[in-house]
């Protein structure tokens, strides 16, 4: 099994920026991908950006060129740094390790709220 913990949501302004941390513990395999989904009430989970064992990033189009995600694979943790944030950036963002057999864990998520 694999357990996250997540680490570095809050409250900050429109403009302002916010780094999350995922550290991943367990039966990690070598190769996986790592990434941060966020979800708001009502609506369902998106991809913010994930990034694979390769050090491969990926971005939702809304995020693109304002949130970097990155990895330390020697200690099994995703960094998202968030900047330029936007009011509409504002959700509960989960943390997700999929194992090459396509096995999903979820963290329990972070809170992130941008005010205007």
């Known amino acids: 099994q694999v357990q996250l913990v997540e680490s570095g949501g809050g409250l900050v302004q429109a403009g302002g920026s916010l780094r999350l941390s995922c550290a991943a513990s367990?039966?990690?395999?070598?190769?996986?991908?790592m990434g941060w989904y966020r979800q708001t009430p009502g609506k369902q989970r998106e991809l913010v950006a994930n990034?694979?064992?390769?050090?491969?990033?990926k971005y939702a189009d809304v995020v693109r060129g304002r949130f970097t995600i990155s990895r330390d694979s020697a200690k099994n943790t995703v960094f998202l740094q968030m900047n330029s944030l936007k009011p509409e950036d504002t959700a509960r963002y989960y943390c997700?390790?999929?194992?090459?057999?396509?096995?999903?864990?979820w963290g329990q998520g972070t809170q992130v709220t941008v005010s205007s």
């Open positions: 997700k390790f999929m194992s090459l057999s396509g096995v999903e864990t």
């Open positions: 367990g039966r990690i395999s070598e190769v996986n991908v």
């Open positions: 990034i694979n064992s390769g050090g491969w990033p």
